[in-house]
């Protein structure tokens, strides 16, 4: 069936579609660089979570928390002492879980693992697990990034 008026020309209609291909390509490559030199949410400078929700953990026990857009893990010590994590592994971002049995963090997504304070002991992890600094004030458990001062209370 041929039509009497077209929109537009055979020619046009190539030059559209190829046109949007290499657009498409183009954005494509962009994108990564683009997310790399703005990202696109930056890490909290510290959360304050309730202490409640983490006083009556066990010892050798861990509970997930968030840390901006990622995990955080607090570990509670056999002492009474807690320790906490950026709960992703350093090789490539991978969330890491606490085998309780083993007390070792384990990363499936390579086979990393880390000793129940975070340090690297297998795997392709090159460093160990960020430690996070924690306070508690009153009944807020405050978790801020290492540097700062750190004090740990049971």
Not at 28 to 54: G, H, M, N, W
Not at 69 to 85: E, N, R, V
Request: aromatic residues 12%.
């Amino acid at each position: 069936m041929k039509l009497k008026h077209s929109l537009f020309t055979r020619r046009q209609f190539l030059n559209g579609l190829l046109g949007g291909w290499l657009g498409a390509l183009l954005a494509s490559f962009l994108y990564p660089v683009i997310k790399f030199v703005f990202p696109p949410t930056r890490e909290p400078d510290q959360v304050i979570l309730a202490f409640a929700d983490f006083r009556d953990m066990k010892p050798n026990s861990v509970k997930n928390f968030l840390w901006g857009t990622k995990p955080g893990i607090l570990k509670k010590q056999d002492d009474g002492s807690y320790l906490a994590f950026v709960g992703v592994c350093t090789h490539l971002d991978c969330n890491v879980s606490y085998l309780a049995d083993q007390r070792k963090f384990f990363c499936a997504c390579h086979d990393g693992w880390y000793d129940e304070n975070g340090r690297n002991i297998g795997g392709p992890p090159p460093k160990p697990l960020r430690r996070l600094v924690i306070s508690i004030e009153g009944e807020d458990l405050i978790i801020k990034r290492e540097g700062e001062e750190r004090v740990e209370d049971q």
